[in-house]
């Protein structure tokens, strides 16, 4: 089965594409679609969209993690990026692949099995599972693995797979 793992941003999105054979999860690709801060927020959004159906279309996922959004600091960030998540979720639903979300709190325990783990011990974990020569870069990279990974670990209860 294979897996994406979205960690969306407006300037910065990070995404991650692994394989789940059996209980073996393995990294296909990753990286990040990146928009430029001088542009109008109707052209971030255009290209953010247009990479991403073109990601669904090249690695054909079976399923899409997305992270939640929570943030109690800047709501206009958050409006923003809600909108960039919109347009994400719009084109998995455009290409017919489902979608899941979690938490923050929710990718921690799936990854590291802590809640309240730092982000330097969850980008490790992503390395260790994934068997990378090193943690992705930038850290929005590292997070859309990790979320892969969660739907990963939790595929067995929600989707009926044996390990």
Known sequence: MRIMGIDPGIAIVGFGIIDRLGNR???VDYGSVQTKAGLNTATRLKQ???DFTKLFASYQPDVVA????????NVT????VGQARGVMMLAAEEAGVPI????????KMGVVGYGQAEKRQVQEMVKVLLRLPA?????????A?????CEGHQMGTKWGIKT
């Open 66 to 73: 997305i992270e939640k959004l929570f943030f109690n600091r």
């Open 77 to 80: 960030t958050a409006f923003t």
């Open 145 to 149: 693995l990790a979320i892969a990974i």
């Open 100 to 107: 899941t979300e979690y938490t923050p709190l929710q990718v």
């Open 48 to 50: 953010i969209y247009d």
């Open 135 to 143: 943690i992705p870069k930038p850290d929005d990279v590292a997070d």
């Open 25 to 27: 999860l393995s990294a």
